[in-house]
């Protein structure tokens, strides 16, 4: 009974706030611990055990349990799960979570172990051993995730300039192909080059940077899903989409990522050029989000024809969000203020009833958006935009370093 008017306090005062209030990180904080215990709960079976070689993906409508996805090279989402209890474990120090954090990270031991599989690699293990290593210091996280960045650099093509995404699209792409969502994955090589690895890994995850910024915008920086290159002279070839409504329409989210990866590029770097380009997509997406959203959580994609009436991506802003409480750091004062309060006002509107899932379900977040073309994931929560909205909370909070 005293869990339950706990959480039905929580949920109300989080509905009191306003825009003139302080956005206040903290309680949001709890809410999501609270909805990972909930889950954790869920998660186990008849006999009260856990099944860690399979991860939450989604929670879709009507549903209020996590759908699972068996931890294997195919489902890029795998390592999410454990980077939000390796997360929550960092801010409530509760040991039981940090036991499931490490059974999670530990079940994606194989991913290491075999050829590497595409380019998510990087997304799987920086969200598990790496935020398993940055919370615990276990030797064997930091070795792991040493040993993926050495499994991705496999796919670089030095003609191209870039990392190949998708080795099983080569033929349908007809070239090396490489996504937007690949910036994300390059944080693994500067973090390893940093952290003990050849430092080979950051001059490949840096030419990747500049040839993606040559190549995969449009001048007014808006960003292709896919760009194509020759894969033997390393030509481009083209710009194209998968996920987002057309080749030269605004996909939110791999705007997002770019957003994201220029920022953290510029962190491990240092080089102006990066900068300069992570305030230009992020200006951009900025205009367009107040153009084409009446809230701080864009549309799917900002050329949908359906306007404000088409799906919503909350994951969109949770990325955002902790890109720009990064991002606000290495700017000038009036940008700082700009992109301080955008990133400030995503929370606030994420942590509002509209957008948290409270009693609905057990993830954090509703109303992502994961592959409107295919017909797949709308209007659901996912995995990934939980995970970015905690680090986000966790980077507001100044809990979170850089």
């Known amino acids: 009974m005293k869990k339950m008017i706990w959480t039905l306090a929580l949920f109300s005062t989080m509905s009191c706030h306003t825009s003139n209030e302080t956005f206040n990180a903290n309680l949001a904080l709890d809410y999501c611990t609270h909805q990972v215990e909930r889950a954790l709960e869920a998660l186990k079976d008849s006999t009260g055990t856990i099944d860690y070689t399979i991860a939450p993906r989604n929670i879709l409508e009507n549903d209020t349990a996590w759908n699972c996805r068996n931890a294997c090279p195919q ?20 040991e039981d979570i940090r036991q499931k954090a490490k059974s999670y990270t530990e079940a994606l031991g194989v991913l290491t172990t075999q050829p590497v599989f595409d380019h998510d690699l990087g997304f799987l293990t920086l969200s598990s051993y790496v935020k398993g290593y940055e919370a615990t210091d276990n030797p064997m996280y930091k070795e792991q995730a040493l040993r993926a960045a050495d499994s991705l650099a496999t796919l670089y093509n030095s003609k191209a300039g870039t990392i190949l995404s998708w080795p099983r699209h080569v033929k349908d792409y007809g070239g090396h ?59 481009f070839l083209k710009g194209v989409t998968h996920q987002g409504l057309a080749d030269s329409s605004l996909w939110s989210r791999g705007q ?22 992570a305030q230009k997509v992020t200006d951009l997406y900025l205009k367009r989000l107040h153009e084409t959203s009446n809230d701080w959580v864009p549309i799917w994609d900002m050329d949908d024809p359906n306007k404000m009436q088409a799906p919503k991506d909350a994951s969109v802003a949770s990325v955002v969000a902790s890109a720009l409480l990064e991002l606000c750091q290495y700017v000038d004062a009036p940008k700082k203020k700009v992109y301080y309060s955008a990133a400030e006002n995503m929370l606030r509107n994420l942590s509002s009833m509209r957008y948290q899932s409270r009693q609905s379900n057990v993830a954090f977040l509703m109303h992502s958006t994961g592959h409107y073309p295919a017909g797949t994931e709308i209007d659901a929560s996912i995995i990934y935009a939980d995970y970015y909205y905690l680090e986000a909370l966790l980077r507001y909070s100044g809990s979170l370093h850089p």
Not at 208 to 235: L, N, P
Request: net charge negative; aromatic share 18%.
């Open 256 to 277: 997002s990522w770019a957003i994201y990866g220029y920022t953290m590029v510029y962190r491990y770097t240092h080089e102006q050029r990066f900068l300069d380009f």
């Open 75 to 94: 489902e890029w989402c795998s390592g999410f799960w454990p980077g939000i209890l390796w997360m929550t474990y960092s801010y409530t120090h509760n």
């Open 177 to 235: 192909n490489t996504i937007m969502d690949n910036m994300m994955n390059l944080e693994l090589l500067f973090w390893a080059a940093q952290n003990g690895g050849s430092q080979q890994l950051k001059e490949i995850a840096t030419r990747h940077a500049e040839t993606t910024m040559q190549y995969q915008f449009r001048k007014d920086g808006g960003c292709y899903h896919v760009a194509v290159y020759d894969s033997i002279s390393g030509a």
